[in-house]
Every structure is written in C-alpha cells, then in structure tokens.
C-alpha cells in the first residue's frame, strides 16, 4: 500500500489527519534535522496503521515535506 503524506515538522504535538483516501498530513514533534523526523514519522504511521516499523518504507521525498511511503502487510 503506498500513502502520500505531507509532514509539518516542529508542531506542538504529533497528529495525522486526513486529505484524501491515500493522502495524510502528518505533525511530528522532531525537526527535521539528522533524520529525526523521517524516524517519528516511521514511529507514528507504524502506530496509526498498527503495524511494526519495519513494515514502512520512505519511497521518495526522504529530505522533502511531500513523501511517498510504502506499507507492507496490510491491503489498501
């Protein structure tokens, strides 16, 4: 399952909320300095769609706002 998110690092608290049917926007806490928030990012999708972290993968946008991450395990 691919997902695109959009990530707004350095928010006060971490949510997601939805845009579309594949599309989330994401708030991480983490900056976006040495990887933190791609990791948080990992951490919270992992969580949201239960599933372990080593199910996700960034795909593209690793230092972009706009990513594409692959999910494994579960169906669209």
Known sequence: ???RVTVIPRA???EISTIG???LKVKLISPAVKNRANRELISV???HY???K???RIKSGLHAREKLVEIS???S
């Open 12 to 14: 006060k608290k971490a």
């Open 54 to 56: 080593s199910r996700l």
């Open 21 to 23: 049917t594949s599309h």
């Open 45 to 47: 999708l992992a969580e």
């Open 50 to 52: 239960g599933v372990r």
């Open 73 to 75: 395990g579960i169906d």
């Open 1 to 3: 399952m691919l997902v």
